[in-house]
């Protein structure tokens, strides 16, 4: 009896807390102003101020050819959840690379809040509105680091595979990521290494704006070589059994998820995708409970920061 009571307490308490956190949002949404947002409104607030940002709209975010690279991800990857692993290889890393592009698009979305160059060289003011640049710099090297992860467990796992089964395969791929490598490497330190007082929107901006057209055309065109035709063992070349490929994704997986802890990664992930997207396949425990309400709290000060905030507040910068 102690044993089941035990069993349904531990149970309950997450759930308890869950809807009490739901509950907030819910009765939080009717005490907005101009610029706080709060429950499932924040990520439509948070898309209309970026759509509206001048800084956002001269950028390389609104560039035509990149635009061009993300509607090619986003045909692969906004379709049901395909059945079969061959489909799965490319589905899934195409909602990847979304969740490198709208996380990255956060990430320069924010950082004028926090300029040394617009704001003077006192350390405060330099921290922004909120005071909280230590929060943003973690936000926006995660960003970051996910796409330098994401790169290295294609590395490990998927790439060698592919390159065994079908040389040359990766030979394009491996070019592209190398005509960038060296400006991601540049713009990770920076954001590593920036304090309140060093940090500037315009160079940090600058550097993610030289290597956005670069990045998104590889993350588009690795898609083609992922696509289920070429990967299938039907296909004409040497493809792969389902059994052999669920292998393989499951091991991408795995190898990703390795390189950072579950109170980051899956806030992360999460709230740089559209609100029930079926990306990440997980349980709906997990998207429902787990993620915004277990693994959310230890860095929930960061997570305003993200394309699609689950936190009651969001401070939105001013247009400029």
Known sequence: MNLNLKLLTSLLIPFLGFAAFRALNH???NLGSNNKFTGEGNSMAVQHAMAADAAMQRSMFSDAGVLVDVDR??????VPRPASAAAKTGWAMAWMHLVIWNSWKAAYFHASAFSASTQ?????????????????????????KFLVDHHDAEEETLF???????????????????????????????????????FDASVFRSQMDAILPPLMAH???????????????????SGFSEEELTEIN?????????????????????????????????????KSVVGPWMVYWKYR??????????????VVPAPQ
């Open 27 to 29: 009765n939080n949404n």
């Open 160 to 198: 060698p595979r592919l390159e065994e089964r079908m040389p040359g395969c990766m030979k394009a791929n491996e070019e592209q990521h190398q005509s960038f490598l060296g400006e991601l490497g540049t713009l990770y330190t920076y954001i590593q290494t920036a304090t309140p007082s060093t």
């Open 250 to 286: 499951l091991a991408t997986h795995k190898s990703q998820q390795s390189r950072s802890p579950s109170n980051i990664a899956l806030p992360l992930v999460m709230q740089s995708l559209p609100p029930g997207c079926a990306f990440p396949p997980a349980p709906g425990f997990v």
């Open 301 to 314: 000060a960061v997570w305003k920061y993200t394309a699609y905030p689950w936190t009651w507040e969001v």
């Open 73 to 78: 991800i986003r045909t692969i990857a906004e």
């Open 120 to 144: 003077g060289q006192d350390a405060n003011k330099a921290q922004g509105s909120q005071g909280d640049f230590e929060n943003y710099k973690i936000y926006a090297r995660e960003a970051i």
């Open 219 to 237: 993350l588009a065109s690795e898609l083609d070589t992922l696509s289920p035709s070429l990967l299938s063992a039907s296909s004409a070349t």
